[in-house]
Every structure is written in C-alpha cells, then in structure tokens.
C-alpha cells in the first residue's frame, strides 16, 4: 500500500517536470502552439544577414510582431512579417535589420512614418535598409577608404594658408 502511494507522487512530480520543460521548450524556441493572431505584410531587403525566423519585429523598443518565413524573391530576401492586430503601419514606414549591441540578436525595426495611408494585411513595406556588412566595413577602415568630414575640412584649410 504504502509502495503505491510513493510511486503515485513519484509519477505525478514527473508528470509536472515534463510539463514544465515542454513550456520551456515552447517559450525559449519562440514556438506558438496556437494559432497565431495579426496580419501579414512583406518587406523584400539587398540582405538579412543573421536574421532567423522567430525573430522580433519592433517599432520603438516594443515588440509588434515577428519574422513568419523568409525566401529568395528575384535576387532579394523577402520576409513575411506578422504584425498584431491593432498595430497599423502607414504607407511610408522603413524596415531595417539592426542587431542588439554589437554581435547580439537581430531584430525588424520598424520606423513609422507620416502618411494617412495604411499598409493593407498581405501589403508590401516599400523602404527597407539592410543591416551593414561589418567585414567591408572593417576593411575600409584598415585600407583607409573611410574619411570624416574634419579631415576633409582640415585640408582644405591647409591649403587656403
């Protein structure tokens, strides 16, 4: 009797540590058991280096929606972003792909615009910014093609003296 008992509670405390490492698994792999709520619009980019889908959309900091798929369009990336419900995006918004510090996790910014017009569920993002190549930008900055401004400036006077 008292055997039955323990292996009941034993069985039942599995159960639980089961039921927690699936909603883990679900949370951490940024699954969605259910079905999904919003719309979809697509933003087509030169490149969407690093990003996977799951990740964020956001418009100032707060997350609105994230990557549904990502394919090849022609010779662009276009992705299928799901934006929720109430969020409306005005005709005129741009999408960029901005990383969280220097080589943290990639997100869709999204920045509003100013037009009356909203962008329809199935719609296109028209301005998109592609995040930039750190390597080429390395390389410039070693074979010296990166000049400010005040080197610019700084010959010019030199000249004039």
């Known amino acids: ?71 090849l369009a022609d010779d662009r990336a276009r992705l299928e972003l799901r934006v929720q419900d109430g969020v409306k995006l005005q005709e005129d918004v741009i999408a960029s792909v901005r990383s969280r510090g220097l080589i943290g996790d990639k997100f869709v910014l999204i920045s509003p615009g100013g037009s009356d017009k909203t962008i329809p569920p199935g719609g296109r993002i028209r301005e998109t910014e592609s995040p930039p190549d750190i390597t080429d930008l390395i390389g410039k900055f070693v074979g010296g093609d990166l000049t400010s401004k005040s080197d610019k400036g700084d010959k010019k006077d030199e000249s004039q003296k």
């Open 1 to 71: 009797m008292n055997h039955t008992r323990t292996e009941i509670l034993v069985g039942f405390f599995v159960l639980v540590g089961i039921a927690c490492l699936g909603y883990l698994a679900i949370k951490l792999g940024k699954l969605e058991v259910l079905a999904s709520s919003g719309y979809i619009v697509y933003a087509d980019f030169s490149s969407v280096a690093g990003l996977k889908v799951g990740d964020p959309v956001e418009i100032a900091g707060v997350k609105i929606g994230r990557i549904e798929a990502m394919r």
